[in-house]
Structures are given as C-alpha cells and as structure tokens.
C-alpha cells in the first residue's frame, strides 16, 4: 500500500506491505536509523519517536496507521545548524548516557513528556519515562538531564 | 518480529468498519490502539487476514455528559480518559484507573473500547467498569444493543461481543470526584497489576473490584455486603478473596493473590473513605 507521512518535515511517499513495523519502515524505508530497536515487545522505548507530538512505541505501531500523519525522530530534533535540541543538549551535559543504546528512545520520551508537563516533579520524570529502559541502568542521569532541561525551558 | 502477512483497511465511520468486517468474516479483525493486538501478531499467536482499523473514526472518540451517565465512545485513548475534566468531575476513577495502564507511549494509543474488548483478568480499567456496573454499546450490521459489565466480560480474553460487533460505547454512572481508590500491585513500572483492587462509591454505597483475581474481573460481593451490613473496613476486606480463583504464575500463588486482594481491597477502601 501507498503511504505518506511527514517525517521531520520531509514529506515521505512509499510503497508499503500493510504488516511494515513503523520502526522498519524509518530505518528502512526513511534510512533514519536512530531509531532503535531493543525489546521489540513494546517493553523497552527504545524504538520510542513522535507522532502527531505524542511519544509512541514504533515497534508496535503499523506505518500504515501512521499513513497521513506527522513523526518526528531523533534526527529531527537539532535545528538545521547542528545546534542540540534543549533535551539532547542536557543529556550531553548531565551525561544521561553510558552505552547510547536506549538514548534516542529517552529522548524522544522525555521532549514528548515535558511538552505534556513542563514543571515536573523528579518523581514526575521518574513516573513519565517508565516506558523507557535503560540497561545500563544511568536512570539517576537521565532524571537529573530531564529536570535540567524543564529548568532550563523556564528560563 | 513482523507480523504474518494481512490486508489493512482503514474505516472512516463505524458503518464502514461493520460493513468492512461483514464482508471479510471470521479472519478480520478490528485494529484499535493496537497495543494489545499487535504484539500477539507479532509473536503470531494472532494471525488475522484482515485489518479493518477503527482508531480514526473521529466520532467514536468522545467523553460526554449524557445526563444521568457520563458516555464515552469506544476509540476514547487512555490519555484522552486520564486528562478528561469531566471525568475527573464527574466519575474520578475512569480517569485515575486510566493514568495506571502500562505507560505514557501505550496511553498514547490504546483506548477504552479495546481494553474492554480484549478481556484481559489483568486489565486495568476492566475491572473498574465492573465496579461502576457500566453499560457497554455494541453496533453490527442488525443493529444496536446494550450489555451490562456484569455480563459481558465472559471468560480468560472472552466477553459476550459476536465477531461481526463493534463496541462504540461505554455508559458509566456520574460517580462523583471522590470516594474512589485504585491499588494496583506490581513490581516493574509499566506492568500489569499482580493484584488490583477498584473502590468506588455509587450513589453512597461502595462498590470493589479486582483485577487479576480470576478469568475475569470480579466484584468482591462478599466485603461490599459486609460494608452494607455495618462491617468495619478491615473486618469487610477480610472476605476480599472470598470466592475467587485467582491463577497461579511466576509473580505470585494462589495463597499470595488472595492475601494481596485483602490488603489491597482494605488499602483501597481506607484511602476511599
Ligand atoms: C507495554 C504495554 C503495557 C501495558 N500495560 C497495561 C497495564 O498495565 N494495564 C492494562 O490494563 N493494560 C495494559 N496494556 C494493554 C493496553 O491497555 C491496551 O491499550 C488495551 O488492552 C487494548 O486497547 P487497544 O485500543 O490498543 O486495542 P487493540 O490492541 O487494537 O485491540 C485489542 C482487541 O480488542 C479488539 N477491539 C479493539 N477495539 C474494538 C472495538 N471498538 N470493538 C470491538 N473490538 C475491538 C481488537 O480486535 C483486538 O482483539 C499494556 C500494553 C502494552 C503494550
Ligand atoms: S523496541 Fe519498541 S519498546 Fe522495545
Ligand atoms: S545508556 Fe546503555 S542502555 Fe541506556
């Protein structure tokens, strides 16, 4: 089936099977492979990117019901002159990283979470990101990364 | 992990989707938020030949004041239950049961009418339409009718709905912004309950549900009829367990299950009050 969607801005017009992942369908119909895959049983938002602005599991949802509609990923948060998206930029700063693996997933969970809760409670941040494992288990950085950047947006 | 190979056809109206399912039979299926549907594709325990997806009928995903019942259309999303003014106004615990299923990306898609649908003992927010003796609404070709909770959730991912059925509405009762408590067990974030238990209060008079506790939701009769007959609320909860067959599995025996729902029922019922 024919699919369009608007993935970071950039209208994409392909020839899907009905049964392609949304996950697939970015890494390999879009070549946007910053999306991971980790559990691949919804468990683990490493796979985690926007549609219509809310936070998804892209493991678990069909290209074809994203069909018409917007996503954002990884590679559509930093503006055009590499500067970092406000979310990236604290996770750099409070080394919410280690292995990298579950980072993109994070992301995208926490910039959909603090659109929907801009002044967040640590245990707010805790409770919103719970979708998302980190197995290097850097949780303590990751909530301190995402607090980081609701205080910064206030300012 | 894909999916076996299906047919996808996107219905705009819940006309199109009843006519779509007729005309496909017994392998289609309705696709809603998806969030328990296709992880069994993708483990291919489902395997349905046709996909009629339902979540974009837009007039089947509402929450409204239908006057002596609050009336929400089976596409609602869990994050459309969990941010409802009017539910927090009007019956608090859909909305506060709803901010408990699995996490922020599956409330992001799953809605009210598959949870319901899909039947799951685990369930969330089944459990809570026990509680409140909700009114669910399913359309097919021939036409409308009602089911109450009580008789519609008929086995282990079993209810009374025919295949050729769409549900389009769950009717609860104005239940108020308070009087109500939802004490879900688990260990991991993100997970289904151990043990749940619902408390809610309905036209004064309490009602309790648990989660977990059988092939189905069941209602604790026995601690709602202690509590009607003057019981304290330790003394009610201590029948929680009364009558259920909770299952066996890694989480937890027979013997913990029935002790958890005691604990939780009084848990619940105490912060209810
Ligand atoms: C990681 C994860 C964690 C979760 N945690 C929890 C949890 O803690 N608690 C909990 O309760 N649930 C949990 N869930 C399940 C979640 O609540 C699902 O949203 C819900 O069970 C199914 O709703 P859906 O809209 O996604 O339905 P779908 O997956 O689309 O459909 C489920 C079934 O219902 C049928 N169906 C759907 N809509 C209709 C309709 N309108 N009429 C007739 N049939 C219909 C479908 O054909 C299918 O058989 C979790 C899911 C995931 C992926
Ligand atoms: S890969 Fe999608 S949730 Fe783990
Ligand atoms: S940084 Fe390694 S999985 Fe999170």
Same mark, same amino acid.
């Given at each position: 089936?024919?699919?369009?969607?608007?993935?970071?801005?950039?209208?994409?017009?392909?020839?899907?099977?009905?049964?392609?992942?949304?996950?697939?369908?970015?890494?390999?119909?879009?070549?946007?492979?910053?999306?991971?895959?980790?559990?691949?049983?919804?468990?683990?938002?490493?796979?985690?990117?926007?549609?219509?602005?809310?936070?998804?599991?892209?493991?678990?949802?069909?290209?074809?019901?994203?069909?018409?509609?917007?996503?954002?990923?990884?590679?559509?948060?930093?503006?055009?002159?590499?500067?970092?998206?406000?979310?990236?930029?604290?996770?750099?700063?409070?080394?919410?990283?280690?292995?990298?693996?579950?980072?993109?997933?994070?992301?995208?969970?926490?910039?959909?979470?603090?659109?929907?809760?801009?002044?967040?409670?640590?245990?707010?941040?805790?409770?919103?990101?719970?979708?998302?494992?980190?197995?290097?288990?850097?949780?303590?950085?990751?909530?301190?990364?995402?607090?980081?950047?609701?205080?910064?947006?206030?300012? | 992990?894909?999916?076996?190979?299906?047919?996808?056809?996107?219905?705009?109206?819940?006309?199109?989707?009843?006519?779509?399912?007729?005309?496909?039979?017994?392998?289609?299926?309705?696709?809603?938020?998806?969030?328990?549907?296709?992880?069994?594709?993708?483990?291919?325990?489902?395997?349905? %030949?046709?996909?009629?997806?339902?979540?974009?009928?837009?007039?089947?995903?509402?929450? %409204?004041?239908?006057? /002596?019942?609050?009336?929400?259309?089976?596409?609602?999303?869990?994050?459309?239950?969990?941010?409802?003014?009017?539910?927090?106004?009007?019956?608090?615990?859909?909305?506060?049961?709803?901010?408990?299923?699995?996490?922020?990306?599956?409330?992001? *898609?799953?809605?009210?009418?598959?949870?319901?649908?899909?039947?799951?003992?685990?369930? /969330?927010?089944?459990?809570?339409?026990?509680?409140?003796?909700?009114?669910?609404?399913?359309?097919?070709?021939?036409?409308? *009718?009602?089911?109450?909770?009580?008789?519609?959730?008929?086995?282990?991912?079993? %209810?009374?709905?025919?295949?050729?059925?769409?549900?389009?509405?769950?009717?609860?009762?104005?239940?108020?912004?308070?009087?109500?408590?939802?004490?879900?067990?688990?260990?991991?974030?993100? /997970?289904?309950?151990?043990?749940?238990?619902?408390?809610?209060?309905?036209?004064?008079?309490?009602?309790?549900?648990?989660?977990?506790?059988?092939?189905?939701?069941? *209602?604790?009769?026995?601690?709602?009829?202690?509590?009607?007959?003057?019981?304290?609320?330790?003394?009610?909860?201590?029948?929680?367990?009364?009558?259920?067959?909770?299952?066996?599995?890694?989480?937890?025996?027979?013997?913990?299950?029935?002790?958890?729902? *005691?604990?939780?029922?009084?848990?619940?019922? /105490?912060?209810?009050?």
């Amino acid at each position: 089936m024919k699919i369009s969607i608007s993935v970071n801005g950039v209208a994409q017009e392909h020839d899907v099977e009905p049964r392609t992942l949304l996950v697939q369908y970015l890494r390999e119909s879009c070549a946007l492979t910053g999306t991971k895959v980790g559990c691949d049983t919804s468990s683990c938002g490493a796979c985690t990117v926007l549609f219509e602005g809310e936070s998804v599991k892209s493991c678990t949802m069909l290209a074809a019901q994203a069909d018409g509609g917007s996503i954002t990923t990884i590679e559509g948060l930093a503006a055009s002159d590499g500067t970092l998206h406000p979310v990236q930029q604290a996770f750099h700063d409070h080394h919410g990283l280690q292995c990298g693996y579950c980072t993109a997933g994070m992301v995208m969970a926490a910039v959909g979470f603090l659109d929907e809760n801009p002044a967040p409670t640590e245990r707010d941040v805790r409770e919103g990101l719970e979708g998302n494992l980190c197995r290097c288990t850097g949780y303590h950085n990751i909530v301190q990364a995402v607090l980081a950047a609701a205080e910064g947006a206030k300012q | 992990m894909i999916p076996a190979a299906f047919e996808y056809v996107r219905a705009a109206s819940a006309d199109e989707a009843l006519a779509a399912i007729s005309e496909h039979g017994e392998d289609a299926k309705f696709l809603a938020g998806g969030m328990s549907l296709l992880p069994l594709m993708k483990l291919r325990l489902a395997t349905p %030949t046709v996909l009629v997806d339902v979540a974009r009928i837009r007039d089947l995903s509402y929450i %409204t004041d239908a006057g /002596d019942h609050i009336a929400i259309g089976a596409l609602t999303r869990h994050r459309d239950l969990e941010t409802s003014t009017l539910l927090a106004k009007e019956c608090g615990i859909v909305a506060s049961v709803a901010a408990q299923v699995g996490d922020n990306q599956v409330r992001h *898609r799953g809605t009210l009418g598959g949870s319901v649908a899909h039947s799951d003992p685990a369930s /969330d927010l089944p459990a809570a339409m026990v509680a409140l003796d909700a009114i669910i609404v399913a359309r097919s070709a021939a036409g409308e *009718r009602t089911i109450a909770a009580a008789d519609f959730f008929t086995g282990f991912f079993e %209810t009374a709905l025919n295949a050729d059925e769409l549900l389009t509405e769950i009717r609860v009762p104005k239940a108020g912004a308070s009087g109500f408590n939802y004490q879900k067990f688990n260990r991991r974030a993100q /997970d289904w309950a151990i043990v749940g238990a619902v408390a809610a209060t309905v036209a004064g008079t309490k009602r309790v549900a648990l989660v977990n506790m059988g092939n189905t939701p069941v *209602r604790a009769t026995a601690v709602e009829a202690a509590l009607a007959s003057g019981a304290s609320i330790a003394d009610a909860s201590m029948s929680a367990a009364m009558g259920c067959e909770p299952p066996t599995d890694l989480n937890a025996s027979v013997e913990y299950r029935e002790h958890l729902a *005691r604990v939780l029922v009084r848990r619940a019922l /105490d912060a209810s009050a």
